[in-house]
């Protein structure tokens, strides 16, 4: 039979050729019989305690750089979260500023757009009164496409577009951008001890092995 990994107070650099010796033992198991089954459980048994002993031995470093971790990240917060609340104040006044700057943008493109349309219709006018054409009223129209830029610049900041969405009906919503709620099927079926009967989920009872060390 294999080899059973067994744990007493090792030295941590021991730790690897017990644990290559447990993978090793693990790939070779084979169960053919009730003996080899309690064989192997024991063989997990020690595995398990392989892992525990080194968890708690690491435990006081790990909990140790998670402190000063917690540490840090507080005085980081402490110094920024009064900066961050400025930042999104000035944010949201920038942004209003250059949205209105924007706004009387397009407004001066279109009047100037109209201006250059009435012009031309002027001249498409003078022209057929000038000829006695009147088939000259029939030309179209091109206005060349008129582009001024927003005055609103300033060094580092600039715009991108963000595209957004509402959810207005989520009863029109196509089936393919619905996500299905694992987590809650999850509570329900495990609440009722998988007795539940939920249309298009496939519900059953299983065995799940738990080894104590």
Same mark, same amino acid.
């Given at each position: 039979?294999?080899?059973?990994?067994?744990?007493?107070e090792?030295?941590?650099?021991?730790?690897?050729?017990?644990?290559?010796?447990?993978?090793?033992?693990?790939?070779?198991?084979?169960?053919?019989?009730?003996e080899h089954?309690?064989?192997?459980?024991?063989?997990?048994?020690?595995?398990? &305690?392989? /892992? *525990?002993?080194? =968890? @708690?031995?690491? +435990?006081?470093?790990? $909990? %140790? !750089?998670?402190?000063?971790?917690?540490?840090?990240?507080?005085?980081?917060?402490?110094?920024?979260?009064l900066?961050?609340?400025?930042?999104?104040?000035?944010?949201?006044?920038?942004?209003?500023y250059?949205?209105?700057?924007?706004?009387?943008?397009?407004? &001066?493109? /279109? *009047?100037?757009? =109209? @201006?250059?349309? +009435?012009k031309?219709? $002027? %001249? !498409?006018?003078?022209?057929?009164?000038?000829?006695?054409?009147?088939?000259?009223?029939?030309?179209?129209?091109?206005?060349?496409?008129?582009?001024?830029?927003?005055?609103?610049?300033?060094?580092?900041?600039?715009?991108?577009d963000?595209?957004?969405?509402?959810?207005?009906?989520?009863?029109?919503i196509?089936?393919?951008?619905?996500?299905? $709620?694992d987590?809650?099927?999850?509570?329900?079926?495990?609440?009722?001890?998988?007795?539940?009967?939920?249309?298009?989920?496939?519900?059953?009872?299983?065995?799940?092995?738990?080894?104590?060390?």
């Open positions: 039979m294999n080899e059973l990994v067994t744990v007493a090792i030295d941590i650099s021991a730790a690897t050729p017990k644990i290559n010796n447990f993978v090793l033992c693990a790939k070779s198991t084979t169960i053919e019989d009730d089954y309690r064989s192997a459980s024991e063989l997990l048994r020690g595995g398990k &305690r392989l /892992r *525990k002993y080194i =968890e @708690e031995f690491y +435990k006081p470093t790990k $909990d %140790a !750089l998670n402190d000063a971790k917690n540490k840090l990240m507080q005085a980081i917060k402490a110094h920024t979260a900066l961050a609340e400025g930042e999104k104040i000035l944010i949201v006044k920038i942004s209003e250059h949205a209105q700057k924007e706004k009387e943008r397009r407004e &001066r493109e /279109r *009047k100037l757009q =109209e @201006e250059m349309k +009435k031309q219709e $002027d %001249a !498409l006018l003078e022209e057929a009164e000038r000829t006695q054409d009147e088939s000259i009223l029939d030309r179209q129209i091109i206005t060349p496409a008129i582009k001024i830029e927003n005055s609103a610049k300033a060094e580092g900041v600039s715009y991108r963000v595209y957004c969405y509402e959810i207005v009906d989520p009863e029109l196509p089936r393919e951008y619905l996500m299905v $709620d987590k809650k099927i999850g509570q329900i079926v495990r609440a009722t001890k998988a007795t539940i009967n939920i249309p298009g989920v496939k519900v059953w009872k299983d065995k799940s092995t738990v080894i104590r060390t």
